[in-house]
């Protein structure tokens, strides 16, 4: 199973108490950010293009359970930046462990091999390893040659040791769903637990604005791609949001499922946005205009977003939302192939397209001190 069943059990009863409470808006994952610092310049990514004092700058331990105590959800993702160039970062994890709280620690891997010694293994921690596709298409990604060597090395030593390892794959335009599909073989045979994918979101502050995906094409990749599907491939989402992707079901974007919290308090209104802080979650529910984001709102940075933190919370409330919603997933678990004739000649008839040399665009302005002081071989210090 893609999700453990004691996982599984705590969301389910978790979302059914929110029904019972009558809650329409209520968290189901806190994206917890303690830095913006990174040892990549990826150029999709808006979250590192900020000044030195900014990418300096971290959360505490305490400020960090205070925020999940907070807003009370039962799973945390720690995204970035990279999150083990915190230096309390062992000491982060282990407080969420101790409180139950399920934890995905996101990291780009090149640190991860080193740091493990510095991690318990629990049933409550997953290390999340972004790896964007095969080799060619990481490195390309993630603008660094050798990239994806590293991670895949991390991938493997990470699961010799006993923890649970998942996947985040960001799709772009130009992505080959045939090499996403041996790429998916290749993270099964190195032993992931599960795999996430999706496409990636237009962030106003990354330097590459040319190869996002509008939502046509994201539904015609993401139908050719998960259409006729191995059983072997385990996936960390929703069925409900996996249809979504391939245009089988529309969702309306839940951005208040996936609460952010950073070193400038509970970001307005989700992950993917910046519209101002709060300084309480309660205030970011409250004052919060949430009819003005996403897709039916007409807002134009919502237009093509099917981005994970958006909507795979949508996923999972549909399914408990309504019976309706419950057999909906049921029915998607037997029918877990998609079996789809004309997805497959889709496929087929698939024509990959040149996406140009990597070029390993800027660097991240990460102070000479504070690579030092992170034994961060890989960063690139800025001037």
């Given amino acids: 199973m893609a999700v453990p069943v004691a996982q599984a059990w705590t969301v389910a009863t978790y979302v059914l108490k929110q029904k019972l409470k009558g809650r329409k808006r209520y968290p189901l994952v806190l994206m917890l950010e303690p830095l913006f610092r990174c040892n990549l310049a990826c150029a999709g990514c808006g979250k590192i293009q900020y000044p030195a004092h900014i990418l300096k700058a971290e959360l505490t331990p305490e400020e960090c359970f205070r925020a999940v ?3 009370g959800t039962p799973m945390v993702s720690i995204p970035g930046g990279e999150p083990l160039l915190h230096p309390r970062m062992p000491e982060i994890v282990q407080g969420l462990v101790d409180r139950k709280k399920y934890v995905y620690m996101c990291t780009n891997a090149l640190l991860l091999k080193e740091k493990l010694h510095l991690f318990k293994p629990s049933k409550y921690l997953s290390f999340s390893v972004h790896v964007d596709g095969e080799r060619e298409h ?3 990604g993630v603008c660094r040659e050798g990239g994806y060597d590293i991670a895949m090395e991390g991938v493997r030593a990470a699961v010799a040791a006993g923890f649970r390892v998942t996947t985040n794959t960001t799709l772009f335009d130009g992505a080959d769903p045939h090499s996403v599909r041996r790429h998916f073989d290749q993270l099964m045979d190195a032993g992931v637990d599960s795999m996430m994918v999706s496409p990636g979101y237009t962030y106003d502050k990354a330097p590459d ?17 998960l259409s006729n599907r191995k059983k ?11 249809e979504f992707l391939m245009g089988k079901r529309e969702l309306t974007c839940t951005p208040w ?11 307005k209104p989700c992950y993917l946005l910046q519209d101002g802080y709060a300084d309480t979650f309660q205030e970011l529910m409250d004052e919060v205009e949430w009819s ?6 007409g807002n134009p940075r919502c237009a093509n977003c099917m981005v994970h933190s958006g909507y795979e919370a949508s996923g999972v409330n549909y399914t408990f939302g309504s019976l309706k919603g419950f057999v909906a997933t049921a029915k998607a678990f037997f029918n877990w192939q998609y079996k789809d004739d004309d997805a497959a000649k889709l496929l087929n008839d698939w024509q990959p397209t040149s996406h140009g040399p990597l070029v390993q665009i800027g660097t991240p302005v990460i102070s000479k001190a504070s690579a030092i002081e992170n034994h961060d071989t890989t960063a690139v210090v800025g001037s």
């Fill in 138 to 140: 990481h490195d390309f």
């Fill in 69 to 71: 105590e907070e807003c």
């Fill in 209 to 225: 604005q040319k190869h996002f995906l509008g939502r046509a094409r994201s539904r015609r990749l993401f139908r050719a791609l």
């Fill in 257 to 267: 499922g996936m609460p952010t919290f950073s070193i400038f308090g509970w970001q």
């Fill in 232 to 242: 072997r491939w385990q996936f960390n989402a929703s069925p409900m949001f996996l």
């Fill in 292 to 297: 003005n984001y996403g897709t039916e709102s």
